[in-house]
T-cell receptor, first 114, second 111 residues
Framework: DVKVTQSSRYLVKRTGEKVFLECVQD?????MFWYRQDPGLGLRLIYF???????EKGDIPEGYSVSREKKERFSLILESASTNQTSMYLC?????????????FGEGSRLTVL | GEDVEQSLFLSVREGDSSVINCTYT??????LYWYKQEPGAGLQLLTY?????DMKQDQRLTVLLNKKDKHLSLRIADTQTGDSAIYFC???????????FGRGTSLIVHP
């Protein structure tokens, strides 16, 4: 059974703290994504990666960075958390090449910044 | 950029049919998707349709695609309380492998 695992389901952090959100996939997928989900705004792409050590900005990269040192792991980093980064964060992965293009999602990490 | 639009809420009675609508702007869309998100969970692919198809049926689900109007719909027959979730429409075009998502439609099923 394919799996995308996000290490923390719920986090509470204080303004200014550094936050790491970890995501691991066991499907040997080349592509990995970080989205944030807010009510009424749907999913917004923060960053994505199409290979190890490669990263591309999505639609809302400000205030975030990412790291992909190994194929199976994609980390989202908030260098200095702010209250407007309180949100649900979703990681996803996708195979390269011909296919339906399906994204496989983790269960989400709900971050609250106080 | 390309856009995918869907209404935010739909309320139906248990046993009725639900129809969730979506419009998109990218005329080069190759695949169109419906994802389902249950409370407290991530998204899961429900069904998809290739752009050269008009309709796809899978048990209680029927997907209709009108390429001329760039309109996609998902019909759920005999809607159950377990169908209560957020449904996301998404599309991917030949020029990009990154899907564009709509804002999601919250389906509320009343007993």
């Amino acid at each position: 059974d394919v799996k995308v695992t996000q290490s923390s389901r719920y986090l509470v952090k204080r303004t200014g703290e550094k936050v790491f959100l970890e995501c691991v996939q066991d499907m040997d997928h080349e592509n990995m994504f970080w989205y944030r989900q807010d009510p009424g705004l749907g999913l917004r792409l923060i960053y994505f990666s199409y290979d190890v050590k490669m990263k591309e900005k999505g639609d809302i990269p400000e205030g975030y960075s990412v790291s992909r040192e190994k194929k199976e792991r994609f980390s989202l980093i908030l260098e200095s958390a702010s209250t407007n980064q309180t949100s649900m964060y979703l990681c996803a992965s996708k195979r390269d090449g011909i296919g339906t293009g399906e994204l496989f999602f983790g269960e989400g990490s709900r971050l609250t910044v106080l | 950029g390309e856009d995918v639009e869907q209404s935010l809420f739909l309320s139906v009675r248990e046993g009725d049919s639900s129809v969730i609508n979506c419009t998109y702007t990218d005329s080069s869309s190759t695949y169109l998707y419906w994802y389902k998100q249950e409370p407290g969970a991530g998204l899961q692919l429900l069904t998809y349709i290739f752009s050269n198809m008009d309709m796809k049926q899978d048990q209680r689900l029927t997907v209709l695609l009108n390429k001329k109007d760039k309109h996609l719909s998902l019909r759920i027959a005999d809607t159950q309380t377990g169908d209560s979730a957020i449904y996301f429409c998404a599309e991917v075009s030949g020029g990009s492998y990154i899907p564009t998502f709509g804002r999601g439609t919250s389906l509320i099923v009343h007993p």
